[in-house]
T-cell receptor, first 112, second 110 residues
Framework: QKEVEQNSGPLSVPEGAIASLNCTYS??????FFWYRQYSGKSPELIMS????GDKEDGRFTAQLNKASQYVSLLIRDSQPSDSATYLC????????????FGKGTKLTVNP | DVKVTQSSRYLVKRTGEKVFLECVQD?????MFWYRQDPGLGLRLIYF???????EKGDIPEGYSVSREKKERFSLILESASTNQTSMYLC?????????FGQGTRLTVV
């Protein structure tokens, strides 16, 4: 069974700090990687997608992918209280059908 | 804007009832998914579909079935609802990039 593991958290950081969220996956054939943010009582919304090794930056967010280590991370710079949410890592493969599997999520709290 | 619409936001059903949860997307996506979300367990995949009339079991298919007769619509069926199926159900739709989610259905089985 393909698995996606996230650091269990909860994670608490002060406002303005860097929050680091980590995810490992078990299927070496995985090709697409996503970070979603979910506020309490809401549906997940996409933060970042990454498909190749290296870093991808979008504003205060940076996704990092290392396929050899089967590891993907999300860094949030200058964390704001509005970043407080649960962050979900999702992974898909392309072996005929594209199953999308999520980790259990890491709850982040940014303290003013 | 991509729109994924689930038929109900809140639903209360009795044990043993047959329950239908409907999901419609307007982006011509091939892939559609049904998840349930429970505290501490994250999003667990029930079933997904990669084409009309095609379906695959996810990680927790027991007690559920699905139907995809048209590309835009993916239905989740609880054949005989039980209290342990009380949960938040999320539908998602995906083309070649990211998945988009519906607003969720909070199902309570009493």
């Amino acid at each position: 069974q393909k698995e996606v593991e996230q650091n269990s958290g909860p994670l608490s950081v002060p406002e303005g700090a860097i929050a680091s969220l980590n995810c490992t996956y078990s299927d070496r054939g995985s090709q697409s990687f996503f970070w979603y943010r979910q506020y309490s009582g809401k549906s997940p919304e996409l933060i970042m997608s990454i498909y190749s090794n290296g870093d991808k930056e979008d504003g205060r967010f940076t996704a990092q992918l290392n396929k050899a280590s089967q590891y993907v991370s999300l860094l949030i710079r200058d964390s704001q209280p509005s970043d407080s949410a649960t962050y979900l890592c999702a992974v898909t493969d392309k072996g005929g059908s594209e199953k999308l599997v999520f980790g259990k999520g890491t709850k982040l709290t940014v303290n003013p | 804007d991509v729109k994924v619409t689930q038929s109900s936001r809140y639903l209360v059903k009795r044990t043993g009832e047959k329950v239908f949860l409907e999901c419609v997307q307007d982006m011509d996506h091939e892939n559609m998914f049904w998840y349930r979300q429970d505290p501490g367990l994250g999003l667990r995949l029930i079933y997904f579909s990669y084409d009309v009339k095609m379906k695959e079991k996810g990680d927790i298919p027991e007690g559920y079935s699905v139907s995809r007769e048209k590309k835009e619509r993916f239905s989740l069926i609880l054949e005989s609802a039980s209290t342990n199926q009380t949960s938040m159900y999320l539908c998602a739709s995906r083309g070649n990039t990211e998945a988009f989610f519906g607003q969720g259905t909070r199902l309570t089985v009493v």
